[in-house]
């Protein structure tokens, strides 16, 4: 796609080159009304007024913008502020819906965002994937059902009810990036978190510090290290640092000649005996019965 601004036209919506006067003008309608006689192809286009909110449900589609093309496939929420080059390739029968709102009608949040800071909506275009149990993406569909219900039904006071309506749609699409970029951030931090306890678990293990030692250093709680573990290594704290005795535990078995007592002091442990306890639990067989299983592979092998 080339966004060059003399090849790219101006459309109203899609293939309409009109621009709306009317300031309150709010339109929705489903992709396949005008995507299905166009070979469910829209090419490349922009619209000098009109912010779009374009959604697909459980589909794929092939969406440009100016220079880059996204392939997408599930349910999203595409945001195209004024300006920006679009055109989409869509499955057939793809099911979903384009709103498309003047810039008239948002000038307040466009100027001052919707927390008195300006907001990544009118920024820059968005890829927001629906997640159907997410609170906020279950709002903003109620408020677009409501949008679809106004725009087919004629009332009194239609535009004023239409420009509401979608303020609170937008409103509930913003929450929605904020949430995913504080999500984005707190990843970041756990991910930190997470090699910190790495990193200490490498350092420490022959000290058979406990579970409270770790999240002390940590400078979190137990419950926390404990959640960080499970979701992001599938095991608990407890597990990982067992796991990481047994494997030098094993190590040293297959790969040195030391006895099971120098092992057992090299790792830590007050005495051999209970070495031997901890290694059976974990393992299931006592570690010279491991070492001679060891032993006999190596053997079989050469």
């Not at 239409?162 to 707190?186: E, H, P, Y």
Request: glycine content about 6%; aromatic content about 10%.
């Amino acid at each position: 796609m080339n966004p060059n601004s003399s090849t790219i036209p101006f459309f109203g919506l899609y293939g309409d080159r009109q621009n709306s006067s009317n300031p309150g003008f709010v339109h929705i309608e489903d992709i396949a009304v005008r995507s299905r006689g166009l070979g469910w192809v829209i090419k490349a286009h922009r619209h000098n007024r009109l912010f779009q909110v374009l959604c697909i449900f459980d589909a794929e589609m092939e969406l440009k913008l100016d220079r880059d093309t996204h392939p997408l496939k599930g349910s999203w929420a595409v945001t195209i502020p004024v300006g920006i080059v679009h055109g989409f390739r869509f499955q057939p029968n793809t099911e979903g819906f384009v709103l498309s709102i003047t810039d008239s009608v948002l000038t307040e949040d466009r100027l001052q965002g919707f927390c008195g800071q300006p907001s990544e909506l009118f920024q820059a275009p968005q890829l927001i994937n629906l997640v159907e149990e997410e609170l906020q993406s279950q709002q903003f569909l109620q408020y677009i059902e409501l949008i679809r219900q106004e725009f087919f039904n004629h009332r009194p006071d239609q535009d004023q009810s239409l420009a509401l309506l979608s303020r609170l749609a937008l409103l509930a699409l913003n929450r929605l990036v904020q949430q995913r970029k504080l999500q984005a951030v707190l990843g970041q931090k756990e991910s930190l978190l997470l090699g910190k306890f790495r990193a200490l678990l490498e350092a420490h293990y022959r000290e058979h510090w406990t579970v409270v030692s770790y999240a002390k250093s940590l400078h979190i709680s137990t419950s926390t290290l404990n959640r960080l573990c499970h979701q992001s290594l599938g095991s608990s704290p407890k597990q990982l640092i067992q796991d990481r005795l047994l494997t030098e535990a094993k190590r040293r078995l297959v790969y040195t000649r030391q006895s099971m007592e120098e092992i057992a002091y090299t790792l830590g442990f007050k005495d051999y005996p209970y070495f031997s306890r901890f290694f059976k639990k974990l393992e299931g067989v006592t570690a010279g019965t491991y070492r001679k299983q060891a032993d006999e592979k190596r053997l079989s092998q050469e």
